[in-house]
């Protein structure tokens, strides 16, 4: 997957790398040329965002020549053998880094937890999920087989943002039991028309499972969930 990736931005750059000079001289001078810039640009900040252990001199300087048709430095086993060294490498510091954050997460989501269940408002479930009112429905409450229509805001419990449907711009539908088993308990006791706000320990979201940059294993999430509409299921 990383070297795939890898291809990918490289031969996007390609189409804009040509010559290191002459990017510097660049006029953007028509719609072609700010869209090609906006492409490159994009690529540049994809690469430095996923791939940060590289020399990025040296990175031009074989990306340069691979497009002129130059000679390469390397053979071509020479080239594959490095490239696997380097995914190999990624990997492994990307594995490393999960762990590190998966115990930290641990530890940190527990004492989370254990201080919230004892503010005011917090209702705890048999599961470990958590709970606070924050707006009363009166409606009829969800069934697993059933599909719902809800705003929701999700949090990291560092109060960073990971999704929202709000920004979305549009209300989320899905099936209740089509979602991480915190929610589909917490969806189950919800009168249409409520709002509360979940704390959910990681055993009932993702687990140990590396969900994304922020979502990183063993995390506690918090979401802020309004029930708008229930769809019947058969």
Do not use: H
Request: include cysteine.
């Amino acid at each position: 997957m990383i070297l795939r990736s890898l291809s990918v931005f490289i031969l996007a750059a390609a189409l804009i790398a040509c010559n290191q000079d002459e990017q510097k001289s660049v006029k953007m001078e028509n719609a072609q040329d700010s869209a090609s810039y906006a492409l490159g640009f994009n690529v540049g900040r994809n690469i430095k965002s996923q791939i940060t252990d590289i020399n990025d001199d040296v990175f031009l300087k074989g990306l340069n020549q691979a497009v002129k048709g130059d000679s390469s430095l390397l053979s071509d086993e020479q080239i594959a053998m490095q490239i696997n060294n380097f995914q190999q490498q990624l990997a492994s510091k990307k594995e490393s880094e999960a762990k590190a954050a998966g115990e930290k997460n641990i530890k940190d989501g527990q004492n989370f937890l254990d201080e919230n269940k004892s503010k005011e408002g917090v209702i705890s479930t048999a599961s470990g999920l958590q709970y606070k009112i924050l707006k009363s429905g009166s409606g009829p409450k969800p069934k697993k087989t059933d599909k719902v229509t809800v705003q929701y805001v999700g949090k990291l419990i560092d109060g960073t943002e990971f999704d929202s449907s709000i920004k979305r711009g549009q209300p989320a539908t899905f099936g209740v039991d089509q979602v991480i088993p915190g929610w589909t308990e917490a969806l189950q006791l919800m009168p249409v028309g409520s709002k509360w706000e979940l704390y959910i320990p990681s055993e009932l979201a993702y687990g140990n499972q590396q969900r994304s940059e922020l979502i990183t294993p063993n995390s506690v999430l918090v979401f802020e969930v309004e029930l708008l509409n229930i769809e019947t299921g058969k």
